[in-house]
Structures are given as C-alpha cells and as structure tokens.
C-alpha cells in the first residue's frame, strides 16, 4: 500500500519506519527541513532501541522516503496517516492547529473521484475526526465529498519500546463508521496481529475517548501509588511491600504501581490535562483527574525538602550530580521529565548541579545550556560533589560501582527519586539513603 505519514516524530518515525518495515511504500512528510535532510541522509532523528535497524534498511530498499512536500506524499498514497503535534493550548486544552491546518491542506490535495483514508494517529479530544472531515471539505469542497473517509486510530505505543509495541500491539483502536475504509485498515495492520490480538473497530468518538482514557487511567495508578508511598513514610510501612502485597492480585495487576518522582513526557501531562478539559466542555468536573494532576505536580519536588533538611537547609554552594534527564529509560525524549524541575528547584535554591543521561545529553544541552555542568558519564558527574540524586531509571544506574560512587561523592549521600536499591545493601555500603516511600537509611 502507498502511504503518507504527515509528521516525523517519536510516532511518525515509528510508525512509517514500521509500515515500511511490512512491505508498505512509504512517504513521511514533516515541515522541519533539517530533520528531513537529515532522515533522507540516513541519521536518525530519535533515540528509539531498535528502530535505526529497521529505518536504514527500509530507507536502502528505498520502501521509506522522507519529504517537505505534502503533495507529492499525498498525491498517490492510500492512507494519509497524521502524526502530527496536539500539544496543550493556553487553557490546556489540545491544540488542533496543526492537524487542522493539515486538513485545510488535504482537502486542496484530494481529487474528487480519488479514494484516500485519512488516520489521525494523534491524541486528540472527541470530536476531532468530524472536524478533520469537516475542514477538508471546507478547503476541497463538495466534489471531494465521498473521496476520502476519515478514521481515528489512537497510538499506544510506550516510547523506549516503540517498535515492539507497534510490531505486536496489545490492540489496534480503530473508530469509523465506513465499511471501506474498515477493508483498508484490516488490510493494513493484518501483519501486525497475526497472534489474534485484537483490532477494535468501534464508533470515531469512542475510539479518541479510549486513548486519553488509558493515558489518564495509567497516570491515575501513578499518582495513587505516589500516595500510599507519602503513607508508607508516614506510617513507617514500606511501600515496596505494598506494592507486591496489591500487585499479586490481578484486579489490580503488577504494573504503574512504582512509586517516584512524578510521571512526565509528552503524553501524560498535556492527556490528562486535555481530558479534564475536555470533561469541562461537556460541563464536567473530572475530579479525580484533577486530583492526579496536583498529586503529580507536587511528588515531582517529593524529594526537595529531605535534600534541604539534610545540608540544614543551607543548599547554596552545593554541588549536586544528577542521574538521568530523559522522562524515562531508553528514550531522549526530556519533555516534562521530572529531572527537569528538580534541577530548577536546586539551582534556585542557591545548589550547582552536574548531570548525566546516556541519551538525553544533547537534547538537555539545548535547554539548559550552560545553568548545569556535563558529566562525560554517570561517575564523572558525581567528583566532588555533595550528594547524588538519581531521576530516570535507566537500567546501567541499577546495579552501579558503589566504590566509585563512595570514592568520587564528597559524602555518602544519595537520593533516590527511582527506588533503584536495596535498602539493605545500602545499610550495609554506609551510605546515607533517601528514597520513596521507604524508610531512610542514615
Ligand atoms: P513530535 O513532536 O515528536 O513530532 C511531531 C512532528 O510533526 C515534528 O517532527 C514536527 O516538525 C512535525 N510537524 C509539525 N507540523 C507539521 C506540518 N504541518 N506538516 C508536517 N509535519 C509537521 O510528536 P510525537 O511525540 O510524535 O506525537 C505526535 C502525536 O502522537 C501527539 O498527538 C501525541 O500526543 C501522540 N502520541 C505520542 C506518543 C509518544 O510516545 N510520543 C505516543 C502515542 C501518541
């Protein structure tokens, strides 16, 4: 099948790469030209495991092109998937100019008598698939009326395991209520699901309701545990405990019941958000979302006043090494990483800090410039300085060199926003041991 992929992001990139991947013929479009110089040359632009493989090798059997121009992408293709940024507007609500502005644009390039299914991939609130109809017949017309159905096809995929999350789905969510465009897209995704999991066909509204459902019901298990993790310090119980003592039941299942500091990346945040937002539209107040996003903001800073009760609450002039800037392991992707207001808490606090992420350094250093020193990796960060914070879980800070870290840090003293250690290795490594919703070693 011939299609277009219009934004060449964490989604895009893998969503085209992968179709490509399935024998599909492939244009990705994105209005960034040095990101499209760069992916035509055969650099990859993200940090995805697995994925540069796939791209070279579908961009060398040229199944994968990349371009500025729409046209030509959307001019022969089937499928015109949309890829596109929903970011949050000043209400926080999702801002649709660009996938409108794409749709003003596709109904200028739909021939009447073509036949074109238009997927909206990205997260955007109920309703927005009638608007993307709506726009394109505003631009094109009525004689493209019947030219083209609109589908919305919310994507799952976790970012640090996108590829095998688009390879073998949990389920494909499809809304639409065209039986053609329905052929179009069991065809597409047939080799994705050969195990049986499940395509969902179901009505357009209910399918963009389900993504910010699941989004917002995963941030919800966040915020929950990051609650029980206060109790647990409170109560002097061990959130560790608790977390396996529910997690074994499987109404509640293993997973999202690790307690930390905060969720972030592009999703949860700006999805919540636009949910509630969405709810008030309709005259509702989504409380518990509401709940979960003040819960979130403030276990972000959850460790802030131990750092400080710990230096007497005398923080300038220290220096203090971070671990781990990405929002979470496997990924380059910094947007609302938690790492990112603690290092502004601590730097408005009077404290220098030294991070290092192993793939998050380039995209932090245009951000944050020279307000933080660089460590070449994650023991060059820690000379002389007064504590260790750790804020991403990657898994090469899990089972580190404790000597080094000793003979590097001024002081034993780690704070631990990821829960990495044991509690009693660290008792018995003589390191002063600061953690979530677990007792403190001193
Ligand atoms: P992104 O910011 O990484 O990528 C968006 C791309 O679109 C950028 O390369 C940008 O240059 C390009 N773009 C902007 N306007 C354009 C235009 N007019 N024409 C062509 N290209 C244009 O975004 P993302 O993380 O890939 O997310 C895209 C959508 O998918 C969002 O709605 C997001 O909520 C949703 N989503 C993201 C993830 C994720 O893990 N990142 C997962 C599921 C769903």
């Given at each position: 099948m011939k299609i277009a992929v219009i934004g060449t992001g964490y989604v895009g990139l893998v969503t085209g790469t992968c179709f490509a991947e399935t024998g599909n013929e492939v244009i990705c479009v994105d209005i960034d030209k040095s990101k499209v110089e760069r992916l035509s040359k055969g650099e990859i632009t993200i940090y995805e495991p697995g994925l540069e493989k796939l791209f070279l090798r579908n961009l060398k059997e040229e199944r994968l092109r990349f371009t500025t121009n729409l046209s030509e992408a959307v001019k022969d293709a089937l499928l015109v998937l949309l890829a596109l940024p929903t970011p949050p507007g000043e209400d926080g609500s999702a801002d649709l100019s660009y996938i409108l502005g794409v749709a003003a644009e596709l109904g200028k390039l739909i021939k009447p008598g073509d036949y074109k299914v238009v997927i909206d991939k990205s997260t955007v609130p109920v309703g927005t698939s009638a608007k993307v109809k709506n726009k394109i017949l505003e631009t094109?017309?009525?004689?493209?009326?019947?030219?083209f159905d609109v589908v919305s096809n919310p994507e799952f995929l976790r970012e640090g395991i996108a590829v095998e999350d688009f390879m073998k789905p949990d389920r494909v969510v499809i809304g639409t209520d065209s039986a053609r465009a329905r052929k179009v897209i069991d065809d597409l995704y047939a080799p994705f699901v050969r195990q049986g999991n499940p395509v969902i066909f179901m009505d357009e509204p209910s399918a963009e309701l389900t993504k910010y459902a699941a989004n917002s019901f995963l941030a919800t298990k966040i915020s929950f545990m990051n609650e029980i993790a206060i109790l647990c310090e409170r109560f002097g119980a061990d959130v560790d405990m608790v977390r396996r003592g529910i997690g074994s039941d499987s109404r509640i299942g293993?997973?999202?019941?690790f307690p930390g500091i905060g969720y972030g990346g592009s999703c949860f945040p700006k999805d919540v958000q636009a949910l509630v937002k969405s709810a008030n539209e309709v005259d509702y107040d989504f409380q518990i979302l509401n709940a979960v996003m003040k819960v979130n903001e403030a276990q972000k800073l959850h460790l802030m006043p131990a750092i400080s009760k710990y230096f007497n609450h005398q923080l300038k002039g220290m220096r203090i090494a971070i671990w781990g800037?990405?929002?979470?392991?496997?990924?380059d992707d910094i947007r609302e990483a938690p790492a990112f207001y603690m290092i502004d808490a601590l730097l408005k606090a009077g404290a220098t800090v030294c991070a290092f992420d192993p793939e998050a350094m380039h995209n932090t250093k245009a951000v944050l410039k020279d307000k933080i020193e660089y460590g070449e990796n994650q023991y060059a960060?820690?000379?002389?300085?007064?504590a260790l914070v750790i804020a991403t879980e990657w898994n090469e800070f899990r089972t580190p060199d404790f000597n080094k870290i000793a003979s590097n840090l001024k002081n034993k003293v780690i704070f631990d926003g990821r829960n990495l250690f044991d509690l009693t290795d660290m008792k018995e490594l003589g390191f002063y041991y600061v953690s979530v919703g677990r007792e403190t070693v001193n």
């Open positions: 094109g017309g009525k004689a493209v009326e019947g030219s293993k997973r999202f019941l800037l990405a929002f979470k392991p496997n990924t960060t820690l000379k002389d300085a007064d």
